[in-house]
């Protein structure tokens, strides 16, 4: 009897569907872990295994899962992130350049797919005007879905990238204002107070998300930098609370997280730990958990229902697919963009979704849609998303193998950082600064260096610096930076630096900025110094004053004798690099020939950064630079340097001004590595990282 009983139990545990949540809740991440796996053996994007996934297991399907609250909790929670992620990775710099082709194909892809839609609803399929202006409206939506694959293959940077994210911004906005406007006139409210009460709305919460939340994100940052648990939670509630501010404002929450992302946008580097977090989080859990959702409202028994159903829902579909490829086609052929380009503009935009679902249960629940365009949009949403994913896909390798055979047979330099730890204070800001710095192909480790002296004590002081060195191990596991880190004797503390950069074969050297100096520094020479007059390399001095992400731009000085170094390539583009991290312009000190060589380079590396160049000689004279800029800019020198010891004068009257003039500024001074003097070719520049 008592094994009857437990048996009873059991079996009840996997009545469908399932009700126990420590159940359901394994099955979604058994789904999670397996679908990408299997249908990737047969070169199906894990996308669409979810969203398959989510029918089997559906209402519609075996009835194992239904939807709940929870899950439409989780769904809602990975909608609003794939908005907020594309918000957070666009790039500012690219977008500001290319806004207006954002513009030509946000009114292609609104309008296009309305005048294709509306006749068909109208005239084909015998629809009333207001179903017909509002199903129409729907074909002008799309969600992007397939975002995570652009994300994947790491061209979110791409040009059609950018300007597809726009697009989608301005035409779902469009659609949704114009939703709000359908359902005042139905409800008899359409009159000056619902067009005031929706400009203020608008306007508080632009004011809002544009102007309050970025100076809250950098006190927030600033006063909890070394608190990271806090900064996720922080970005969290940031995305929720605009999601729900652009609801009260009248448009859908998706606007709000993609407004948030863009507001936090260069607060948030793309190599930083808090990316990695935000990105792991939702895409392991949140965003796979909204495919599934989307999957589970699929009913493909609708099929079956006569041909009134079929034609209906094939009628939606192709009207759909045809209005997002003619907008590609017409936005391609404009700019003059590749047929990969095309294709991923249209993979990005032909999937409906989120909006597309809103749209139609807003006028089901009004009576103005009835089943069968519900259930025809529901098989538009199954079969655009599996389009979008295919071909999104499909352009993304594409391109990679495109961008792969553009520079033939030239290698890439080989970078090896160093970073000598004097203050183990610094070490989290230095290691920041080295993960921005770095080539995303390396597969060399950043090296961390403590070179304890040779004493009585040496032995402890040793141990104590490798367990301090061990602690950076795991922070910088927390972006995925591979850190290789060494704690070694020596008499003398530069010289042991400079043996190991030479065992390292380090290229590029990042260390922090040295204690005022002495009289005895003087005289037996600063560490520094040493190292500007012995090291070969790149060498890179820093003082952080402030968490790198809340400057305001980059105010970047070139003496004129830099500007025929061959050299300078590497210094460039590590600071396009970090320009781009941070999404800070750059405001450039140089004569004609330094501007010459910095735009032969941003040329040949395609680079988005904004350089506002300033012919003015501020090295002259730094009190005009401290007139120009404010202490929240980040100050970059370029210092040339001779081989000769007597520069060690000069190098020191540098550092003192710049620590008595811009004190509390964030200061990094650069010492291009010791090289013949020679012209920049397109070979150099293409063998460095793009930016």
């Given at each position: 009897?008592?094994?009857?009983?437990?048996?009873?139990?059991?079996?009840?545990?996997?009545?469908?569907?399932?009700?126990?949540?420590?159940?359901?809740?394994?099955?979604?991440?058994?789904?999670?872990?397996?679908?990408?796996?299997?249908?990737?053996?047969?070169?199906?994007?894990?996308?669409?295994?979810?969203?398959?996934?989510?029918?089997?297991?559906?209402?519609?399907?075996?009835?194992?899962?239904?939807?709940?609250?929870?899950?439409?909790?989780?769904?809602?929670?990975?909608?609003?992130?794939?908005?907020?992620?594309?918000?957070?990775?666009?790039?500012?710099?690219?977008?500001?350049?290319?806004?207006?082709?954002?513009?030509?194909?946000?009114?292609?892809?609104?309008?296009?797919?309305?005048?294709?839609?509306?006749?068909?609803?109208?005239?084909?399929?015998?629809?009333?005007?207001?179903?017909?202006?509002?199903?129409?409206?729907?074909?002008?939506?799309?969600?992007?879905?397939?975002?995570?694959?652009?994300?994947?293959?790491?061209?979110?940077?791409?040009?059609?990238?950018?300007?597809?994210?726009?697009?989608?911004?301005?035409?779902?906005?469009?659609?949704?204002?114009?939703?709000?406007?359908?359902?005042?006139?139905?409800?008899?409210?359409?009159?000056?107070?619902?067009?005031?009460?929706?400009?203020?709305?608008?306007?508080?919460?632009?004011?809002?998300?544009?102007?309050?939340?970025?100076?809250?994100?950098?006190?927030?940052?600033?006063?909890?930098?070394?608190?990271?648990?806090?900064?996720?939670?922080?970005?969290?509630?940031?995305?929720?609370?605009?999601?729900?501010?652009?609801?009260?404002?009248?448009?859908?929450?998706?606007?709000?997280?993609?407004?948030?992302?863009?507001?936090?946008?260069?607060?948030?580097?793309?190599?930083?730990?808090?990316?990695?977090?935000?990105?792991?989080?939702?895409?392991?859990?949140?965003?796979?958990?909204?495919?599934?959702?989307?999957?589970?409202?699929?009913?493909?028994?609708?099929?079956?229902?006569?041909?009134?159903?079929?034609?209906?829902?094939?009628?939606?579909?192709?009207?759909?697919?045809?209005?997002?490829?003619?907008?590609?086609?017409?936005?391609?052929?404009?700019?003059?963009?590749?047929?990969?380009?095309?294709?991923?503009?249209?993979?990005?935009?032909?999937?409906?979704?989120?909006?597309?679902?809103?749209?139609?249960?807003?006028?089901?629940?009004?009576?103005?849609?009835?089943?069968?365009?519900?259930?025809?949009?529901?098989?538009?949403?199954?079969?655009?998303?599996?389009?979008?994913?295919?071909?999104?896909?499909?352009?993304?390798?594409?391109?990679?193998?495109?961008?792969?055979?553009?520079?033939?047979?030239?290698?890439?330099?080989?970078?090896?950082?160093?970073?000598?730890?004097?203050?183990?204070?610094?070490?989290?800001?230095?290691?920041?600064?080295?993960?921005?710095?770095?080539?995303?192909?390396?597969?060399?480790?950043?090296?961390?260096?403590?070179?304890?002296?040779?004493?009585?004590?040496?032995?402890?002081?040793?141990?104590?610096?490798?367990?301090?060195?061990?602690?950076?191990?795991?922070?910088?596991?927390?972006?995925?930076?591979?850190?290789?880190?060494?704690?070694?004797?020596?008499?003398?503390?530069?010289?042991?630096?400079?043996?190991?950069?030479?065992?390292?074969?380090?290229?590029?050297?990042?260390?922090?900025?040295?204690?005022?100096?002495?009289?005895?520094?003087?005289?037996?020479?600063?560490?520094?110094?040493?190292?500007?007059?012995?090291?070969?390399?790149?060498?890179?001095?820093?003082?952080?004053?402030?968490?790198?992400?809340?400057?305001?731009?980059?105010?970047?000085?070139?003496?004129?004798?830099?500007?025929?170094?061959?050299?300078?390539?590497?210094?460039?583009?590590?600071?396009?690099?970090?320009?781009?991290?941070?999404?800070?312009?750059?405001?450039?000190?140089?004569?004609?020939?330094?501007?010459?060589?910095?735009?032969?380079?941003?040329?040949?590396?395609?680079?988005?950064?904004?350089?506002?160049f300033v012919h003015e000689e501020v090295w002259k004279e730094w009190k005009l630079l401290k007139d120009k800029i404010n202490a929240e800019d980040f100050l970059i020198v370029v210092v040339d340097r001779d081989t000769e010891p007597t520069y060690l004068i000069p190098l020191t009257n540098i550092q003192r001004k710049l620590e008595n003039m811009f004190e509390t500024y964030t200061k990094l001074?650069?010492?291009?590595?010791?090289?013949?003097?020679?012209?920049?070719?397109?070979?150099?520049?293409?063998?460095?990282?793009?930016?």
């Open positions: 009897m008592m094994h009857s009983n437990f048996f009873d139990h059991l079996s009840r545990q996997f009545d469908p569907p399932f009700t126990n949540p420590v159940l359901i809740f394994s099955v979604l991440l058994f789904i999670i872990l397996i679908a990408p796996i299997l249908l990737g053996k047969i070169k199906i994007p894990g996308i669409v295994g979810f969203i398959i996934a989510g029918i089997i297991i559906g209402p519609n399907g075996f009835n194992i899962l239904k939807k709940t609250s929870a899950i439409d909790l989780f769904s809602t929670i990975g909608l609003l992130y794939i908005m907020f992620i594309a918000g957070i990775e666009l790039d500012l710099a690219e977008f500001k350049k290319k806004k207006h082709k954002s513009f030509v194909f946000g009114f292609f892809t609104f309008i296009i797919p309305i005048l294709i839609g509306f006749p068909v609803c109208y005239y084909l399929l015998n629809y009333s005007l207001l179903t017909s202006i509002l199903t129409a409206s729907m074909f002008a939506t799309h969600t992007l879905v397939a975002y995570p694959i652009v994300n994947k293959f790491g061209i979110a940077k791409n040009e059609a990238v950018a300007v597809t994210v726009g697009g989608t911004i301005l035409t779902d906005t469009a659609v949704l204002i114009i939703l709000a406007v359908i359902m005042g006139s139905v409800d008899g409210q359409l009159n000056s107070t619902f067009w005031i009460q929706l400009a203020i709305s608008l306007s508080i919460f632009t004011a809002t998300v544009f102007i309050l939340i970025p100076k809250i994100a950098k006190w927030f940052f600033t006063k909890l930098e070394s608190d990271k648990t806090s900064h996720y939670i922080f970005v969290l509630s940031v995305v929720f609370f605009s999601a729900f501010m652009a609801q009260l404002a009248g448009i859908e929450p998706i606007i709000g997280a993609f407004v948030a992302g863009l507001a936090l946008n260069r607060l948030i580097p793309h190599s930083s730990i808090l990316m990695n977090r935000i990105e792991f989080v939702g895409n392991a859990l949140f965003i796979p958990f909204f495919l599934i959702s989307v999957g589970m409202l699929v009913d493909l028994k609708v099929l079956f229902n006569g041909p009134d159903a079929l034609i209906i829902a094939g009628s939606l579909t192709i009207v759909a697919i045809l209005g997002k490829y003619l907008s590609a086609t017409f936005t391609s052929w404009i700019f003059k963009y590749t047929k990969n380009q095309t294709l991923l503009i249209f993979g990005l935009s032909s999937a409906h979704a989120a909006a597309t679902l809103a749209i139609i249960l807003v006028g089901y629940k009004a009576e103005i849609i009835d089943d069968h365009i519900l259930n025809g949009t529901i098989i538009l949403i199954l079969i655009t998303c599996i389009v979008a994913s295919f071909a999104t896909e499909k352009a993304s390798r594409r391109i990679i193998a495109s961008e792969e055979t553009d520079v033939p047979d030239i290698q890439q330099n080989s970078e090896n950082i160093l970073i000598p730890i004097a203050d183990f204070n610094n070490m989290e800001s230095l290691l920041d600064l080295a993960v921005l710095f770095t080539d995303k192909t390396t597969t060399q480790p950043i090296n961390l260096l403590s070179v304890v002296a040779d004493s009585d004590n040496a032995q402890a002081n040793l141990i104590t610096a490798r367990k301090k060195l061990n602690e950076t191990i795991k922070y910088a596991s927390g972006n995925g930076t591979n850190v290789e880190v060494i704690a070694t004797l020596d008499y003398n503390v530069p010289s042991g630096v400079l043996r190991i950069a030479k065992e390292k074969l380090a290229n590029i050297i990042i260390t922090g900025w040295p204690r005022k100096v002495t009289v005895f520094d003087k005289f037996m020479g600063d560490k520094s110094a040493v190292l500007v007059e012995r090291s070969p390399a790149n060498l890179f001095i820093l003082h952080l004053q402030r968490p790198l992400t809340v400057h305001h731009s980059i105010q970047l000085v070139c003496p004129p004798s830099l500007s025929t170094e061959k050299t300078m390539l590497v210094w460039l583009s590590k600071v396009t690099r970090l320009s781009a991290e941070l999404s800070l312009d750059i405001n450039c000190y140089c004569d004609e020939e330094t501007k010459a060589h910095i735009n032969h380079f941003l040329a040949a590396s395609k680079s988005s950064v904004i350089f506002n001074l650069i010492y291009p590595q010791i090289q013949s003097k020679l012209s920049l070719t397109d070979d150099d520049i293409l063998s460095e990282n793009d930016v």
